[in-house]
């Protein structure tokens, strides 16, 4: 059965305190990971696709790294603002469905 | 503006008594879902569309019914609600779905419909 595990369910960082959420996945044929942020009350937002070992995306303070067993979310010098929770997800071959984690809940305080 | 909507987003109802989510949305997207949010369960896909009239079953089918009679709707359907379907849905729509690459089957997702059975 496919699975996605994030680690830590939760992070408390002082604002500029850089860190890194890991997300590791089960799955027979990655074909896609996803990651997502969303804001309290709201639905989920995207924020990148890696699709094969060794691809990496920025985006701001952000950076996603994929290996072949996990993928993680750099967070450079967070600022309140990327408080969120960020949720990763895969896609496999064949199935027409993506499999969410349960979520890294990021605090950063001023 | 592009987005996917979905009524009501909040509703208290009763063991039984039949109710519809709606969700509609307006980037002419072929792929649709359905998915529910628990705590410590994270999102769980319910059912998707992969386009106007095929829908299939996802991880947590049960008491859950859907349809896909037009491209921009896929609603929800509770034939008869029971407390443990009570919980956080959200809609979700992308321009292709499964294997599409290339960021066509990014997901974008409605605001989310709290829902209470009691």
């Known amino acids: 059965e496919d699975q996605v595990t994030q680690s830590p369910e939760a992070l408390r960082l002082q604002e500029g305190e850089s860190s890194s959420l890991n997300c590791s996945y089960t799955v027979s044929g990655l074909r896609g990971l996803f990651w997502y942020r969303q804001d309290p009350g709201k639905g989920p937002e995207f924020l990148f696709t890696l699709y094969s070992a060794g691809e990496e995306k920025e985006k701001e303070r952000l950076k996603a790294t994929l290996t072949k067993k996990e993928s993680f979310l750099h967070i450079t010098a967070p600022k309140p603002e990327d408080s969120a929770t960020y949720l990763c997800a895969v896609q496999v071959p064949g199935y027409q469905k993506v499999t969410f984690g349960t979520g890294t809940k990021l605090q950063v305080i001023p | 503006e592009a987005q996917v909507t979905q009524n009501p987003r909040y509703l208290i109802t009763v063991t039984g008594k039949k109710l519809t989510v709606t969700c509609s949305q307006n980037?002419?997207?072929?792929?649709m879902s359905w998915y529910r949010q628990d705590p410590g369960l994270g999102l769980r896909q319910i059912y998707y569309s992969m386009n106007v009239e095929v829908t299939d079953k996802g991880d947590v089918p049960e008491g859950y019914k859907v349809s896909r009679k037009e491209k921009r709707n896929f609603p929800l359907i509770l034939e008869s609600p029971s407390p443990n379907q009570t919980s956080l849905y959200f809609c979700?729509?992308?321009?292709?779905?499964?294997?599409?690459?290339?960021?066509?089957?990014?997901?974008?997702f409605g605001a989310g419909s709290r829902l209470t059975v009691l």
């Open positions: 979700a729509s992308s321009l292709r779905g499964g294997l599409a690459g290339s960021g066509a089957n990014v997901l974008t």
């Open positions: 980037m002419n997207h072929e792929y």
